[in-house]
């Protein structure tokens, strides 16, 4: 069973830094492909980026690109989101998932597996 378990999600003031983790301390993630997702306040879940499970092959929202790297450490189990120049809309709760398949996966329904997400909130 995977059990995801992201952190690393604060306070932060706009044009700041956070770096989301996501690992799995039970089993290796180096068959998985790994999105992180976000969720605003009243508002529904959405993909932001993914990643596939060798790392060759990554995607992002156009509303992140430029501003976020998703990366990922097959050996610590870890799966990375450094989010720079961050934005009041980026606030939200920030999930990831895995799914044990090869490609990138940007749809919610293609995941298996959830984390129980980290809150992010950008503000002044």
């Known amino acids: 069973q995977v059990q995801l378990a992201e952190s690393g999600g604060r306070l932060v003031q706009p044009g700041g830094s956070l770096r989301l983790s996501c690992v799995d301390s039970g089993r290796s993630l180096s068959t998985y492909a790994m999105g992180w997702f976000r969720q605003a306040p009243g508002k529904d879940r959405t993909y932001v980026s993914a990643?596939?499970?060798?790392?060759?092959?990554?995607d992002y929202e156009d509303s992140v690109k430029g501003r976020f790297t998703i990366s990922r450490d097959n050996a610590r189990n870890t799966v990375y989101l450094q989010m720079n120049s961050l934005k009041p809309e980026d606030t939200g709760v920030y999930y990831c998932?895995?799914?044990?398949?090869?490609?990138?996966?940007?749809?919610?329904?293609?995941?298996?597996?959830w984390g129980q997400g980290t809150q992010v909130t950008v503000s002044s």
């Open positions: 998932a895995a799914v044990q398949r090869s490609g990138i996966w940007l749809m919610e329904s293609s995941y298996d597996y």
């Open positions: 990643i596939s499970a060798s790392g060759v092959l990554i």
